[in-house]
């Protein structure tokens, strides 16, 4: 390979560039799953040994939690009791529970992480996290959720990765990796179709054996692969039958299938049937005993596992046996994690914490995304940044995602507080600004969006005060920028045309207001790009109808604890395969903002894409090869993206698929040779009549762009 390229620059000067211009490799040859410190096979002999000494009652003992968060510790066998905590963004910190717990950063929300678009960063976040665990003798993080954002309405999309599940996956991998390379285990949830919170324990979701395969399953898979040694299963039901109990999804597809060795246990409280549970492949039910907040939930009686094991096996319907696989594989994942060798908590991992306050300022400033921005209104100029107004919901108190994955953090930076030591004093904040305020501002600052939790799903519609409140500032001050914070998509098509800048900013931890002032002060040039669709109206979105007629949403804890009173309904994944930006494009509903979007303030020209061998057979990969030039005046970071588009198939396929991305850095004027490669399996689809992937022979497109919607060069691949 030799290029030469032609640099004008007072004098006219050819420069001749061979192998020295930078290459970027990405591929997946580069990740190294996680090993454990104790093979499998050592850590089953000795599972066994232990085993072999307790009685059948003190194996029953272990197959159900205690005290809420805990597993079962016998010190006359040298099994420590081991503390479980959520969630995927940080340590939640339950100092009920656990005294000896100290603090936890809050990190943006995985969502947040997602939109880094960088693998890397999921590695330093997670390791961070597993760190904090240490730290908080947590041994086990429940954490990561990774279900697909289907409806923008999930009351727990912040939680999760986003809506494609090759994205999902690359990501997933390397935060499994970062977290158990620090002696923490990781825990994949929510396991299996848990993609709505709205009545979560009375939902069926409805799917199809090539949905589950090709976009619900790969996250999991990559986690399996990636080496996660915990699955914890979802409240819902899939076909007809409660996750947690489901011998299909554990059994079949996660033991089977993806070849899961680790521990899995239910989500809390979510099974009813011991001998389902303990015949569904399940080895851990949590948290064991009853829910002493919900008198209503405990009216279905006691079917715990360990109140009723025993019994089941005088009665001949569960075995010893069972029991025994159940608690040897908690055993054996605690053992081969080094876990009965060592202590958890290390106290002086919180001297790691200064560096994990980087870590989150670091996703913050990648994962943010800049959605609109006209007539480069931003950054701010010298006489817009002199006069800040800062108006809206969440100015001085951090928007954050609740429930189990809330993350209080310290020295949390409001937005007000990080504008000002960005901008100085100047900048402003009023809670019922006047009209010649907003007039007289250089600039306004408006907050809206939406504090998400799990238990509930939020409206994808605005409160009516925050629509309002974009809407008079329109109309007063064109000098301003939108900010949202939520956990998902929000319908802002109303006045998406009026305001000249829109910034995404989801939940971004404790100290992810300086990375926004950043932003709008052009100190970080802005690289996140969506890992969701965000929809013109909810209507247009493939989960639409999920809630049954006559439903509506709720906030609160009520609809768990009303929950056993709901009769079970189904969720319809009619639309099969095509959710996200596969439903958009074959529908042909242009969204509001689509998938892998996401601005910059500086600009980028893609090149000279080549498919050096464009031949290939079914079991091959192919390489792609291409040039990405900064051709603006800044330096930036650019997330290219090639999705593989089927031309000619015997079933329905997505117009388009992701199957490779690199996020690369470039200085002003750089550019940089890019190589991606695929795999045979990203040109493959599930096959329900073999029940395997296939991958057809045919001519398939390779389409390089910025964006879903925005392909810059097409290559071309024939599989004989
Ligand atoms: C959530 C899980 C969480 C568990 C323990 C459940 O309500 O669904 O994600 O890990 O509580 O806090």
Sequence with gaps: ????????????????????????????????????PISLAVADKRADSI???????????????????????????NIPEFYFSDATQGVHIRKNLDSSTQKSTAFPCPLALTATWNPSLANSFAKSIGEECRANNVAVLLGPGMNIYRISQNGRNFEYFGEDPFLAA?????????????????????????????????????????????????????????????????????????????????????????????????????VYDPEKVIKSGL???????????????????????RTNAARLIKEGKV?????????????????????????????????????????????????????????????????????????????????????????????????????????????VYDKNPTDEQLKAASFVVVSIGTSDSEGWDKSFNLPAESNALVEKVTKLNNNMVVVVNAGGG????????????????????????TALAEILSG??????????????????????????????????????????KIPVFDINYK????????????????????????LSYTTFEYSNLKVPKSEISKTEGVTVEFELKNTGKRAGAEVAQLYVQALKSSVKRPIKELKAFAKVELKAGESKIVTLKLKSNDFAYWDVKSHAWAVEAGNYNLLLGSASNNIKQTGKVTIK
């Excluded at 928007?399 to 990080?418: H, K, P």
């Design 523 to 564: 100190k970080t040039n802005p690289s996140g790009k969506l890992p969701i669709t965000i929809e013109k109206k909810f209507e247009d979105s493939p989960g639409a109808n999920y809630m049954p007629v006559g439903m509506e949403l709720y906030t609160g804890w009520k609809g768990d604890y009303i929950a056993p």
């Design 51 to 77: 085993l072999s000494l307790m009685t059948i009652d003190e194996k029953i003992e272990m197959i159900g939690g205690h005290n809420s968060f805990f597993t079962q510790g016998f010190k006359k066998y």
């Design 490 to 513: 929000l319908k802002m098509t109303d006045w998406n045309t009026k305001v000249p800048a829109i910034i995404y900013a989801w939940y971004a931890g404790q100290n992810g207001y």
């Design 170 to 270: 690359r990501m997933i991998e390397n935060y499994v990796v970062g977290m158990q390379s620090t002696g923490t285990i990781t825990t994949l949830k929510h396991f299996l179709c848990n993609n709505t919170d709205f009545h979560r324990r009375r939902t069926n979701s409805v799917v199809d054996e090539r949905a589950i395969h090709e976009i619900y399953l790969p996250a999991f898979k990559a986690g399996v692969d990636a080496g996660a040694m915990a699955v914890m299963t979802s409240y819902n039901q899939v076909n007809g039958e409660w996750s947690g109990q489901n011998s299909y999804v554990i059994n079949q597809l996660l033991k089977k299938e993806l070849g899961f060795k680790g521990l899995v246990m239910t989500d809390w409280w979510s």
């Design 319 to 427: 075995t010893e046996a069972d029991v025994n696989r159940m608690a040897k594989n908690s055993m054996r994942t605690f053992i081969a994690m080094g876990l009965y060798d060592r202590p958890v908590k290390v106290e002086s991992y919180l001297e790691k914490y200064p560096e994990h306050e980087k870590v989150a300022l670091q996703t913050a400033r990648e994962g943010i995304v800049l959605l609109r921005n006209e007539k480069n209104i931003l950054p701010l100029t010298p006489t817009a940044k002199k006069n800040i107004l800062v108006v809206g919901k969440y100015v001085e108190n951090i928007a954050r995602g609740l429930g189990s994955a809330e993350v209080l953090g310290y020295n949390n930076i409001s937005m007000i507080d990080a504008l000002r030591a960005e901008f100085g004093p100047t900048v």
């Design 1 to 36: 390979m030799k290029r030469i390229l032609i640099t004008l620059c007072g004098l006219c000067l050819l420069t001749f560039y061979s192998f020295s211009q930078p290459t970027v490799k990405m591929g997946k040859n580069s990740f190294k799953p996680f090993k454990t």
């Design 283 to 305: 080895d851990l039910e949590m948290p064991g005993d009853k829910n002493p907040n919900d008198p209503q939930f405990n009216e279905l009686g006691d079917t715990y596992l």
């Design 575 to 598: 639309e099969g395969i095509f959710v996200g930006y596969r439903w958009y494009e074959s529908k042909k509903i242009e969204p509001l903002y689509p998938f892998g979007f996401g």
